[in-house]
């Protein structure tokens, strides 16, 4: 481990005693094991801050990502990222048109015509804190400074429609679009064109947790067992449960639909008195269904037998479940691909009988396998090459099951193959991989770029094979044919 568990917060912090590994490495290298080192300390005391500081962590999460959707309108026209044959270029080009399609009416329009010109103060007046509040991790951990960083953060805001929180929060600084921002789709652009490719498919399929069950078990795709169901306030049991019987197992209750910054509750069996236990509550079968019922008055909840770590994932967490997300895109020939993925590491035992702290996140590439530096929920919690709690080696170490990872989610895919891209949720057990979920509108992979990888490509292919059906049926006057206007009129020679 790069520091050992202490006991006393700030007991081990530099300037009291504990100093920062010694090595005789080169200034950068030091650097960045300083930079490490810190954020260790860091991870440490968010852990011992407890559940408010976890709340609080997670407030301030949710705001950045909610301000991040302040991004610029669209990429402005004069924008390198708008002229080019690149296919990234071309993705530019087409989001724009359907961001514009979408603002059809008058006041549409004119909101934003006002965000476009509010954007240069908005860039500036976002820029200045969230520059000063990373720079120096950037520094060492990337070497290169403050000046560098505000001409990079300008250069994106003004010319590529990138928010200065996102530049953080997805690693531009690390990735090739340092060098070329017009290979960078900022995270609007992307939902766009995944909405626009997925026109026309069974996605509901897989958006709906029941559904996706139900499909993966006939295709025989392993996926957790549900227990019960639950929507605003009424309780269906599954299989062969019922109100005073219930698996003696370990249970986890989850919202139905995942939002950032959800939990959900694990509620380990307990045989000696025959009850469930999470939190310090101890509840029987009538009684933990009726607690969960009540959560379910605000939203749909699943009961699902509990999923546990395999031994290779385990060494990467304190007690909670480890996940890949994979992002998977389908061929002409029905074949998929695999487009990103990364591995997470939760920051505390699911079942809340330990501290909680920052999770983590690994790039793993497609290629190799390998895991990437670990980051937390944003950049100035560092970057991890060990992880911080157990000491178990990330960057480079081969990515745990990945094979079997890799496996399923094509197979999942083949089954959907009527779904363009689908980002899929993966846990790995003792009896091997399982899908814990998938969605159409899989989000962001912060450590590669979707131009370095087959998605542009499919991406296009999809966009122009909408184009062509909805040419075919003579629907330009529809709203579906409306968006495929757009495109056109985007000069888009698909």
Not at 84 to 101: C, K, S, V
């Amino acid at each position: 481990m790069l520091l050992e568990k202490h006991g006393r917060k700030g007991a081990d912090r530099p300037g009291s005693g504990a100093s920062a590994p010694v090595s005789r490495c080169s200034p950068a290298a030091d650097a960045a094991r300083r930079a490490e080192f810190e954020a260790t300390l860091r991870w440490l005391e968010s852990r011992e801050g407890g559940v408010i500081a976890a709340a609080s962590r997670r407030t301030r999460s949710a705001l950045a990502r909610r301000f991040d959707r302040l991004n610029a309108p669209m990429v402005y026209p004069w924008s390198p990222s708008m002229n080019g044959a690149h296919p990234a270029h071309r993705l530019h080009r087409t989001a724009a048109a359907l961001l514009r399609g979408r603002a059809l009416t008058g006041p549409g329009r004119l909101w934003l015509y006002t965000k476009a010109v509010a954007w240069p103060v908005l860039a500036v007046a976002a820029a200045v804190p969230v520059v000063w509040r990373c720079w120096r991790h950037v520094r060492d951990r990337h070497g290169f400074g403050l000046r560098e960083q505000w001409r990079d953060v300008m250069e994106g805001a003004f010319f590529h429609g990138i928010f200065p929180t996102e530049y953080y929060y997805r690693r531009v600084y690390a990735t090739a679009a340092r060098e070329d921002k017009s290979l960078y789709l900022n995270e609007r652009e992307m939902i766009a064109l995944l909405s626009a490719a997925d026109r026309g498919s069974g996605s509901q399929r897989l958006d709906d947790p029941d559904s996706l069950y139900v499909e993966c078990r006939k295709a025989g795709i392993p996926v957790p067992r549900n227990v019960a169901s639950f929507s605003r306030g009424s309780t269906e049991l599954l299989g062969d449960c019922d109100r005073t019987v219930l698996p003696e197992k370990d249970l986890f209750a989850r919202p139905k639909v995942w939002t950032p910054g959800d939990d959900g509750d694990y509620w380990r069996w307990v045989p000696k008195t025959r009850v469930w236990s999470f939190n310090g509550v101890s509840l029987a079968a009538p009684a933990l269904l009726k607690r969960i019922g009540g959560k379910s008055l605000a939203r749909p909840y699943l009961l699902q037998e509990a999923v546990v770590n395999h031994p290779e994932l385990a060494r990467f967490s304190e007690g909670g479940l480890c996940t890949y997300k994979v992002a998977t895109g389908i061929d002409k020939h029905g074949e998929p691909h695999l487009l990103f993925a990364d591995f997470r590491a939760p920051g505390a035992d699911v079942s809340g009988e330990t501290p909680v702290a920052v999770d983590l996140t690994a790039g793993v590439g497609i290629v190799d396998g390998r895991l990437r530096p670990a980051v937390g929920e944003f950049v100035a919690d560092g970057e991890f090459d060990h992880h911080p709690g157990t000491g178990a080696t990330i960057t480079g170490a081969a990515a745990p099951c990945w094979r079997e990872v890799a496996e399923l989610v094509r197979k999942a895919h083949r089954h959907f193959s009527d779904v363009p891209f689908v980002g899929w949720e993966i846990s790995v057990c003792a009896s091997g991989a399982i899908v814990l979920g998938a969605s159409t509108n899989w989000g962001f992979f912060p450590h590669v770029l979707p131009a370095e990888t087959k998605f542009a490509g499919l991406c296009l292919r999809h966009l122009m094979r909408n184009q062509c059906e909805a040419t075919a049926m003579g629907s330009a006057s529809s709203r579906s044919g409306g968006i495929e206007s757009t495109i056109a009129r985007a000069g888009e020679a698909f």
